[in-house]
């Protein structure tokens, strides 16, 4: 699965984005769910409490880092990894979830690898797609998206993203949403 996900953080808190890979959803339970019932994905009943395979950014605490970590989300755990600079500033960059054949999940930004969450898990078909987030005082989009079969080889997921040097962004102080 690829993306384009400008997404600019502006806030230290409040603004997320959040892409996965579900396995064993109950699409007729996912019918009948409203927002009245909370989140759709929140106690497990309707969808599975964790993704086969997804990404969020950011992932940091809210504060002032907020923004310098992304998530990437396996079946059994997550990964964190650096932020590229890219998303800090929501400059258009393209996403790849790439949940490999022995259920291991990948997540690469502009064709490099930021990392893969290495435990396994049996993963179940169909697979469903899944976006969601936050966007108090920013836009956060997605599109165009492309979903392919197979393991996208012009990744080389064997070589991770280097750390890279924090970099400042402008930000307000945290604050309470408008009444």
């Not at 339970?29 to 009245?36: A, D, E, H, I, P």
């Not at 393209?94 to 259920?103: M, S, V």
Request: hydrophobic share 40%; proline share 11%; net charge positive.
């Amino acid at each position: 699965m690829s993306a384009l996900p400008p997404t600019p953080v502006t806030l230290a808190q409040w603004q997320e984005l959040e892409v996965d890979l579900h396995a064993g959803i109950d699409t007729a339970k996912v019918r009948m769910w409203n927002s009245s019932a909370g989140y759709l994905w929140n106690d497990g009943r309707t969808l599975p409490v964790a993704p086969a395979c997804g990404f969020k950014y950011p992932a940091g605490n809210e504060g002032a880092r907020y923004a310098e970590q992304a998530i990437i989300i396996g079946a059994r755990n997550s990964v964190a990894a650096p932020a590229p600079p890219s998303l800090r500033t929501g400059q258009p960059s393209r996403l790849t979830i790439q949940l490999f054949p022995d259920g291991r999940c990948g997540v690469a930004i502009d064709g490099i690898a930021l990392g893969i969450a290495e435990e396994t898990a049996a993963i179940a078909n169909p697979i469903r797609l899944l976006i969601l987030g936050n966007s108090y005082k920013t836009k956060s989009l997605v599109g165009p998206l492309t979903l392919t079969r197979g393991v996208d080889t012009t990744i080389d997921w064997n070589t991770r993203r280097p750390p890279e040097p924090p970099v400042t962004s402008p930000r307000t102080a945290r604050t309470a949403p408008p009444d």
